[in-house]
């Protein structure tokens, strides 16, 4: 179902599309939050935003700020999430399907670890084994550093959590610093050029 105008939303879409419309929602929700990073943000009060938007119709849905990555699986299992934690040591990690073939290590890059997520299991050629686990649907999990650190159910409660808390820094004041260099230059004899 298309989504009711949000009154005083910060953001608004210039086009039509349901993901345009989805994601100005949750940049509104995140402004009026007074937050400035998913990291900030309580994962909790996230889900449930998720929770109303998807009982609009189906919705599985990753989104970043740069840091930190969403996860969210369609309650209703219409939209599948599928994850893969890679962790090094490998040699080569390959994984696809019929339209696309993935190369992680095509750059000699063999040290990373990560999170991969997909609509569906891919077909791995790595000398790793690919080990998919889906998500369970309404559920949100949380990526910070290449690792799972948490995954919510659509109640709130925590799944499953990384041995490091996910702790979020304080904010810090803004503060303004002047710095003033002057450099001299002393010589024992007179200088001709320099």
């Not at 050629?125 to 990526?143: E, F, K």
Request: charged share 20%.
């Amino acid at each position: 179902h298309r989504l009711p105008e949000l009154p005083g939303a910060a953001f608004e879409p210039v086009g039509s599309t349901d993901s345009e419309i989805i994601f100005c929602r949750l940049m509104s929700l995140l402004a009026a939050s007074g937050t400035r990073t998913l990291g900030e943000l309580d994962p909790v009060v996230f889900g449930r935003w998720l929770a109303d938007l998807n009982a609009q119709g189906s919705l599985t849905l990753a989104v970043t700020d740069g840091r930190d990555l969403f996860l969210y699986a369609d309650a209703s299992g219409k939209g599948e999430l599928h994850l893969w934690s890679l962790a090094p040591p490998y040699e080569r990690v390959q994984f696809g399907d019929a339209d696309v073939q993935i190369d992680l290590t095509s750059h000699s890059v063999k040290h990373r670890k990560g999170v991969i997520a997909s609509s569906a299991p891919l077909e791995s050629t790595s000398d790793v084994a690919a080990t998919w686990t889906r998500v369970t649907p309404g559920h949100l999990v949380v990526v910070r550093e290449g690792a799972v650190l948490a995954e919510y159910t659509p109640e709130g409660a925590l799944v499953e959590a990384s041995p490091a808390p996910l702790r979020t820094p304080p904010r810090a004041e803004t503060k303004r610093l002047e710095v003033c260099h002057r450099t001299v230059y002393r010589y024992a004899n007179p200088v001709e050029k320099s």
